[in-house]
């Protein structure tokens, strides 16, 4: 009868380890995917960071020559009127 009771009592420690054993292995797992995902997700801000500035410096450009291109068009357009002027 103490047998029984000791076999059944090492029974359940047998299986309470074994369920301690998979838990921590599941714990280490989620800490390593949660570790990667972290890595993961920091480069892609340090990437959006750097895309955000290079679309940022092309605006400026883009506006620089927008602003080129308008003053270009300005001065021909004041040209052809003084050659108006001068024929006239």
Known sequence: M??????????????KTN???RQL???HKLNADK???????????????????????????RQELAAAIRKSIEAEIAKEQEGR???A
């Open 19 to 21: 369920l301690l054993d």
């Open 35 to 61: 570790r990667a995902s972290k890595s993961a997700l920091d480069g892609l801000r340090k990437e959006e960071g750097r895309l955000r500035q290079a679309l940022k410096k092309q605006e400026k450009q």
């Open 85 to 87: 002027r001068q024929r």
């Open 2 to 15: 103490l047998s029984g009771k000791v076999d059944v009592l090492a029974a359940r420690r047998k299986d």
């Open 25 to 27: 292995t599941e714990a």
